[in-house]
Each structure stands twice: as structure tokens, then as C-alpha cells.
């Protein structure tokens, strides 16, 4: 059996701790049912390699939200995220998937 598929688009953001409440509640304010928060483990930037062991407070800690979300609204939500996150510790990135159950999102 082949299940149909449908052209989504998914936002990954990787943000310090602090931040992550006010996107959250920013993404619910715009009511983006798709996301998941992860946490993030150890990485590497532009100021070198990071890892998540060893830090006291939640300041260095970094979280990866992903959603996923018709592409129509890419655009809004992209704006609105970067809004918070143009002048922090971060990344953003947007990618297309394909998503089994098109009312989930």
C-alpha cells in the first residue's frame, strides 16, 4: 500500500534556552499547530565548537525547535521569527518535506 503525500514546508530553529518561551509564544500567538523542541546537544558556529555538558546556567543552552507548516505561510512565520531571533545566539533554516496526514498541519 502507498500512502499519499503532501508538500510541506519545515522550519528549523536552533536558539539559546532563554528565547525559547517568547517563540513559542509567538508560534502559538500565529497558530502553528506543527513543532517539536528538542534539545540541542553540542554543535559548531562561527565562534567554534559548543557543547550543552558542563554549562551552569540555561544562558548557553541551546534548544532546536522544528516546524512543519503549509508553505503558504512560510513567509508570515518566517518574519515573525526572525523578528526575535535576527540579534541573538541562533540559526534558522527552511526546508521542504512531505507529511502523511495533510490536516495536521
Known amino acids: 500500500m502507498t500512502l499519499p503525500v503532501h508538500a510541506k514546508k519545515r522550519i528549523d530553529i536552533v536558539i539559546e534556552m532563554p528565547m525559547l518561551k517568547r517563540l ?3 508560534l502559538d500567538d500565529m497558530a502553528v499547530t506543527g513543532y517539536t523542541v528538542l ?8 565562534e567554534g565548537s559548543w557543547r550543552r555538558e558542563g554549562l551552569v546556567t540555561e544562558a548557553g543552552r ?11 505561510r512560510v513567509d508570515e512565520v518566517l518574519e515573525r521569527i526572525f523578528e526575535l531571533v535576527s540579534r ?3 540559526i534558522v533554516t527552511v526546508s521542504d518535506v512531505s507529511v502523511v496526514r495533510d490536516e495536521a498541519f
Open 24 to 26: 513559542l509564544d509567538r
Open 39 to 46: 534539545p540541542a546537544l553540542a554543535g559548531r558556529g562561527s
Open 62 to 72: 541551546m534548544v532546536m525547535i522544528i516546524c512543519v507548516l503549509d508553505e503558504t
Open 88 to 90: 541573538q545566539i541562533g
